[in-house]
């Protein structure tokens, strides 16, 4: 698998491609409009022409005037829409934009081993674990790591967002949680990823016994903070009203929690609600507290 916009991390190249999928790409109208100004530009210093040929002076400058205004108008909105549409095309492809991100999440996994000094053999639960054979091929999940630790993801704080062709909804900045299950503990490392450069930011490691992990969860709530930026149309970009999310969250005997939004809908327009890449999360959640149930001594099922 390549990532065509992303040849490296941090290049040019991966900078602009990401830019214009997530530029509005201007109106097919607008160009029209700007060559019908532009047309009739000519009509009028035709017209004006065969006024002053005719001796009616006044109204030849008057057309002659709008004629002016006409081409100054269809340059200026032709320019505009070339500047435009070059800054938003040609777009990569939603599957070059997963391809991308997928390298960007085993990137972090392999950051998350590397700051908790861990190994694959450390892992008491793998990525390729956590699916049945039947629904890792129906439903792959995007973050999968095979023999890796789990990974979760969602839109980060402030993050720009726009539906695909496949009416899939991607970001410019994604929080990123990598869980990693060991025999003694649960580490956890945590960043926001810009999806722009493939840089990682805010990094935190946790290591939790245990016993002192009192709930795996997921729950709803508003987040009137989250502060999305969608881009619904070629013409548009809104934001949600009310914004509900569905959070996966790890949380401690200490009362901390580490969280992260897999899920997002409108509440005042039930339509809007938001499909984002798969990341399987019901069934991590599910393996995730098989694995804390096995450990505390209870039963797994």
């Given at each position: 698998m390549t990532a065509p916009v992303g040849r490296r991390p941090g290049s040019d190249e991966r900078k602009k491609a990401v830019k214009r999928y997530f530029q509005i790409t201007p109106d097919e109208h607008d160009r029209t409009r700007a060559r019908h100004q532009q047309q009739?530009?000519?009509?009028?210093?035709?017209?004006?022409?065969?006024?002053?040929?005719?001796?009616?002076?006044?109204?030849?400058i008057l057309v002659a005037m709008l004629a002016l205004v006409l081409a100054l108008q269809g340059l200026s909105g032709m320019a505009d829409?070339?500047?435009?549409?070059?800054?938003?095309e040609p777009k990569p492809s939603d599957q070059e934009m997963d391809d991308t991100l997928k390298e960007d999440l085993h990137a972090a996994a392999e950051r998350a081993m590397r700051r908790l000094g861990l190994t694959r053999n450390d892992l008491e639960l793998h990525s390729d674990e956590v699916d049945p054979p039947a629904e890792a091929r129906r439903r792959p999940r995007?973050?999968?790591?095979?023999?890796?630790?789990?990974?979760?993801?969602?839109?980060?704080?402030?993050?720009?967002?726009?539906?695909?062709?496949?009416?899939?909804?991607?970001?410019?900045?994604?929080?990123?949680?990598?869980?990693?299950?060991?025999?003694?503990?649960?580490?956890?490392?945590?960043?926001?990823l810009d999806f722009a450069s493939g840089s990682r930011k805010d990094e935190e490691t946790y290591e939790f016994h245990y016993t002192d992990v009192v709930g795996v969860l997921t729950r709803t709530r508003e987040r009137a903070e989250l502060g999305l930026e969608?881009?619904?149309?070629?013409?548009?970009?809104?934001?949600?009203?009310?914004?509900?999310?569905?959070e996966f969250?790890?949380?401690?005997?200490?009362?901390?929690r580490s969280a992260i939004v897999v899920g997002i809908r409108d509440d005042e327009r039930l339509d809007q609600q938001?499909?984002?890449?798969?990341?399987?999360?019901?069934?991590?959640?599910?393996?995730?507290?098989?694995?804390l149930r096995a450990k505390k001594g209870a039963p797994t099922r």
């Amino acid at each position: 698998m390549t990532a065509p916009v992303g040849r490296r991390p941090g290049s040019d190249e991966r900078k602009k491609a990401v830019k214009r999928y997530f530029q509005i790409t201007p109106d097919e109208h607008d160009r029209t409009r700007a060559r019908h100004q532009q047309q009739a530009a000519v009509v009028s210093v035709v017209v004006a022409g065969s006024l002053l040929l005719v001796g009616i002076q006044v109204l030849a400058i008057l057309v002659a005037m709008l004629a002016l205004v006409l081409a100054l108008q269809g340059l200026s909105g032709m320019a505009d829409y070339r500047r435009r549409l070059a800054a938003a095309e040609p777009k990569p492809s939603d599957q070059e934009m997963d391809d991308t991100l997928k390298e960007d999440l085993h990137a972090a996994a392999e950051r998350a081993m590397r700051r908790l000094g861990l190994t694959r053999n450390d892992l008491e639960l793998h990525s390729d674990e956590v699916d049945p054979p039947a629904e890792a091929r129906r439903r792959p999940r995007l973050a999968d790591q095979g023999r890796g630790p789990l990974v979760v993801f969602g839109p980060s704080n402030r993050a720009r967002g726009r539906s695909g062709a496949d009416r899939v909804w991607r970001f410019t900045l994604y929080d990123v949680m990598v869980i990693c299950p060991t025999g003694h503990h649960l580490g956890i490392y945590k960043c926001v990823l810009d999806f722009a450069s493939g840089s990682r930011k805010d990094e935190e490691t946790y290591e939790f016994h245990y016993t002192d992990v009192v709930g795996v969860l997921t729950r709803t709530r508003e987040r009137a903070e989250l502060g999305l930026e969608l881009v619904y149309s070629s013409s548009i970009a809104v934001p949600l009203h009310r914004t509900m999310t569905r959070e996966f969250e790890i949380v401690v005997s200490s009362g901390d929690r580490s969280a992260i939004v897999v899920g997002i809908r409108d509440d005042e327009r039930l339509d809007q609600q938001l499909v984002l890449q798969e990341s399987g999360i019901d069934r991590v959640t599910a393996a995730v507290r098989r694995m804390l149930r096995a450990k505390k001594g209870a039963p797994t099922r």
